[in-house]
């Protein structure tokens, strides 16, 4: 390898491309935005090719820059894990990850298996639960990084958020419910109603949704974030189910749930990565993020 190239260009360059914005990856990596700017043009002149176009929508990576980001994102995984090779507990890369109910029932199944993939050796583990807590525990260490929906603002002090793709809420009931033959959403208070609880991120997109199609607040509810109880309750009752998309999929997918025609669109929101802002990556992140992005993309979701 040419040894003018340092590992700073290589973090920087797969920064860049991962975030998708030269800002973003300065603020990600602690350095001014002309020492990222400095950083890449050193690369494609020591490599002779251009590897980024510059443009309103962000970065994009050219056909030399996607070969050389393919390589790059091998490279320092299989460094982060040479370090930890180096390090107390015999070499084990462990990543302790956070993942609300859309994300546990849909994204994380495939992150799993491409991690698995891409090092044998790294230990997962992997909480799921309402976006309050999960970020609670983030903040507290106790987690290395969350995957779910953006949260409010309050939720949101001290962590940094990289949107992957977004995500809608839905409204399932079982097969045969009344409401399939006639839906209409004024009905809703006529059914028992799954519904998200306050500490939950799409609690606010559920409520407008309501205000907005002059719908009350449904008095038979029940509160909750647990797909297992939900999934179960739906299939069993004339309950409706209000819920993040990604959560029942499959199960839609697969005809054991029904989706209502209901105008949803303005219940879309972005579903992305959040991690301790201003803190160094912990050793195998960069295997995650890689087993993320291959995740997103296999599922048809970026």
């Known amino acids: 390898m040419d040894p003018r190239i340092k590992l700073r260009h290589i973090s920087v360059f797969t920064e860049i491309v991962r975030l998708g914005s030269l800002k973003r990856a300065a603020e990600r990596l602690n350095l001014t935005q002309p020492a990222i700017s400095r950083a890449l043009a050193e690369l494609e002149a020591i490599t002779g090719a251009r590897l980024l176009t510059r443009g309103r929508a962000g970065v994009a990576l050219t056909a030399e820059g996607e070969g050389l980001y393919h390589f790059a994102q091998l490279s320092l995984g299989a460094l982060e894990q040479g370090l930890a090779a180096t390090g107390p507990g015999g070499g084990a890369l462990r990543m302790r990850i956070g993942a609300l109910p859309s994300v546990a029932a849909r994204l994380m199944p495939e992150v799993v298996t491409e991690a698995a993939r891409i090092a044998p050796d790294l230990r997962l583990s992997v909480l799921d639960g309402a976006h309050g807590y999960l970020t609670g525990q983030l903040r507290a260490g ?8 953006l949260g409010a603002p309050d939720t949101m002090r001290g962590l940094s958020f990289t949107q992957l793709y ?8 079982r097969p045969g419910h009344p409401l399939l033959a006639r839906p209409d959403i004024s009905r809703l208070g006529e059914f028992p109603v799954i519904f998200p609880t306050r500490s939950a991120a799409i609690r606010p997109f559920a409520e407008r949704l309501l205000i907005a199609a002059g719908v009350p607040e449904p008095a ?24 993040s998309a990604g959560v029942v999929a499959q199960a839609v997918a697969e005809g054991r749930l029904r989706r209502l025609p209901f105008d949803t ?24 993020l890689r087993a993320i992005d291959r995740a997103v993309s296999t599922l048809g979701l970026g």
């Open 142 to 149: 106790d987690l290395d990084m969350v995957i779910g929906r």
């Open 166 to 173: 977004t995500e809608e809420i839905a409204f399932v009931v």
């Open 220 to 243: 038979r509810r029940l509160e909750t974030v647990s797909g297992a109880l939900g999934h179960v309750l739906t299939a069993r009752s004339d309950a409706v189910w209000i819920i």
């Open 265 to 288: 669109a303005g219940t879309s929101g972005p579903v992305g990565l959040m991690v301790r802002a201003e803190e160094p990556a912990p050793p195998g992140r960069q295997l995650v």
